[in-house]
């Protein structure tokens, strides 16, 4: 009988902010958050197998624009986990992409840590997991969340995570625009809006109590974006279907992380059906999704390894 190919899958769910604190811009460019992650029930998944070098494939909506050479944080993972063991990174990882690309949910950050799951997994590298979330930490800002999952509030940043209680489920809508934004050049825009005395980032009491209560309305009232005008700045139309989901009854309208994709928090099921259908009809937005949060980290979800 011949032995099946070794294979391993890993889930990924992308994330919105629903705190997103940003401090002045740091000597080596980047900025102090506090930044209340919250991952969300849309996924990319990473499916590791053994090849002759290293190789990204990416298949869904956007997957032409995701690059297939070594620029990749699918690929960045590999390599960091090969050198970490001395050992090749010869893998081919293929992406089956739902996350929106360019689009302020961590999609490129996700398919890091899937991907360094699914090698470590795949190589039986059994890297313990503070030392995945170094490397998630060195790939990128967003990466050891991607890993994580759950809520977390990030700081530093946004790689020093502290996990956050959760208590109930949250219905959110995602209006994805046409077009992406590049996110140093909304934190560039930032800058440039805010000026000097920009004070250092905190985390909103309020917001994660309304968190661990569960409590949606809390959490909507609470809930802030500091990259918000700096999106809006970049993407103007992005005020329209803000208008579009507000006046179909959401509690709250978001840009997510860094844009252009727009977050709206909904009551519950019945709710988030009719922003989802307002913004469909709306002609503001290229696609909506319709999920739930929190969902969980990085899972491998089947795995089949070669003797
Ligand atoms: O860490 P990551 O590679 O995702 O960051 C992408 C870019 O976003 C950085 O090069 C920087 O311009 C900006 N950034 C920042 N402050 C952060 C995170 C990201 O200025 N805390």
Known sequence: MSTPQPR????????VNVQLAVGPARPDGFHDLANVFLAVGLHDEVTATPAEELRITCEGPGADQVPLDRGNLAAKAATALAALHGRSDAVHLHIAKNIPVAGGMAGGSADGAAALLACDRLWGTATPRAQLLEICAELGSDVPFSLVGGAALGTGRGE?????????????????????????????EFDRLAGPGVPAPTASRALLEALRAGDAKALAAAASNDLQPAALSLFPALADTFAAGTAA??????????GPTTAFLAADEP?????????????????????????PGATVTASTLGR
């Open 249 to 258: 009854g959401a509690l709250a309208a978001l840009v997510s992380g860094s």
């Open 160 to 188: 020093r995570l502290e996990p956050l209680p959760v208590g109930g489920t949250f219905h959110w809508v995602f209006a994805l625009a046409d077009g992406g934004l590049s996110t140093p050049a909304v934190f560039r």
């Open 271 to 295: 709710a988030a059906r009719a922003v989802a259908a307002a913004l469909t009809a709306s002609g503001t937005c290229r696609t909506v999704h319709r999920t739930t949060s929190p969902a």
């Open 8 to 15: 391993v899958t890993v889930r990924v769910p992308a994330k």
